[in-house]
């Protein structure tokens, strides 16, 4: 499949530290087809209000269902940067969030690599935990990335894909 891609699908929003409340707490959204760094959205989410971040990396695992996966293939649509700006808005509307950064992969890789990072600085732990936690089961839900699995005997499944 075609790796679909735009432009606009790079958000890359910062703002100076302790911006938020009253400013934009989105920091950094991104779905790119380049490897994404751990360093950069933590970055992003630096708040000196906030007392606690919460980070979450999704990597590709070797195997799925029991089978070995030898690399994932990430697809999206031209509209996965509106639709991930839209999630992580609605997380921000929903928890006490200082910062949120959310970056997803696209196109091929391999075994260890990242697929997904996140994270979200809020005043206290609890808070961060629960808000990343739903920025992520929403983001894997809702924005339109698709991944194509390819396993170890050469068969091939897509993911998520319908």
């Known amino acids: 499949m075609t790796h679909l891609r735009d432009a606009s699908d790079d958000i ?3 703002g100076p530290s302790g911006d938020a409340p009253g400013g934009d707490p989105i920091r950094l959204l991104a779905v790119r087809d380049s490897p994404l760094s751990l360093d950069e959205v933590y970055a992003a ?20 269902g029991g089978r070995p996966v030898t690399l994932l293939d990430y697809s999206a649509h031209p509209g996965a940067g509106a639709e991930l700006r839209r999630v992580a808005e609605k997380v921000a509307a929903d928890f006490p969030v200082r910062a949120l950064a959310a970056v997803h992969r696209t196109g091929r890789l391999a075994v260890g690599e990242i697929a997904v990072v996140a994270a979200i600085s809020c005043a206290h732990r609890a808070e961060a935990f629960a808000a990343c936690e739903r ?8 924005v339109p990335v698709w991944k ?5 005997d050469g068969d091939e499944e897509w993911v998520g894909a319908c």
């Not at 989410?45 to 799925?64: E, I, P, Q, S």
């Not at 920025?135 to 809702?142: H, P, Q």
């Not at 194509?148 to 170890?152: P, R």
């Open 148 to 152: 194509h699995q390819t396993f170890a």
């Open 45 to 64: 989410v630096g708040d000196d209000a906030a007392g606690g971040t919460a980070l979450f990396v999704g990597r590709v695992r070797d195997h799925d």
């Open 135 to 142: 920025l992520v089961e929403d983001l894997k839900r809702e």
């Open 12 to 14: 890359e929003a910062a």
